[in-house]
């Protein structure tokens, strides 16, 4: 199981975050995300565990626990696949294919371009 770890302190290393995770089990793998410009800590980091069941245990252990001063946030991490579109949108965000008659300010002799965006929104 791979497990997402967030808000880490910026000082945490690799081995430190390997430690936190082998309380409930078999740790395959924990690595720290730097970045790779300013090689500076992300404050995030990822834990493979061997066990699901051990990672759910850790997962409902260590989420909201504090880790050196900072509370964690630890959730079982998704495929980027799946990341892309599983976040909420917000209203301001969501694409609506259906007309709308009071948002359709647009006329034939509008024109396109920068005239024809200053128009829609004067009119």
Request: no cysteine; glycine share 10%.
């Given at each position: 199981m791979n497990i997402y770890i967030g808000n880490l302190p910026y000082s945490v290393?690799?081995?430190?975050?390997?430690?936190?995770?082998?309380?409930?089990?078999?740790?395959?793998?924990a690595e720290v995300i730097f970045d790779r410009?300013?090689?500076?800590?992300?404050?995030?980091?990822?834990?493979?565990?061997?066990?699901?069941?051990?990672?759910h245990d850790a997962i409902?252990?260590?989420?909201g626990s504090d880790?050196?001063?900072?509370?964690?946030?630890v959730d079982e991490s998704k495929p980027?696949?799946?990341k892309r579109f599983s976040r909420p949108r917000g209203d301001q965000h969501q694409r609506n294919d259906k007309p709308d008659d009071s948002n359709q300010v647009q006329t034939e002799d509008s024109g396109k371009g920068l005239v024809g965006f200053i128009k829609r929104i004067f009119s």
């Open positions: 290393q690799d081995e430190e975050l390997r430690e936190a995770f082998e309380d409930f089990g078999e740790v395959l793998s410009r300013t090689q500076r800590s992300r404050g995030y980091g990822f834990v493979e565990m061997q066990n699901d069941d051990d990672g409902a252990a260590l989420n880790f050196q001063g900072r509370e964690l946030r980027k696949d799946e």
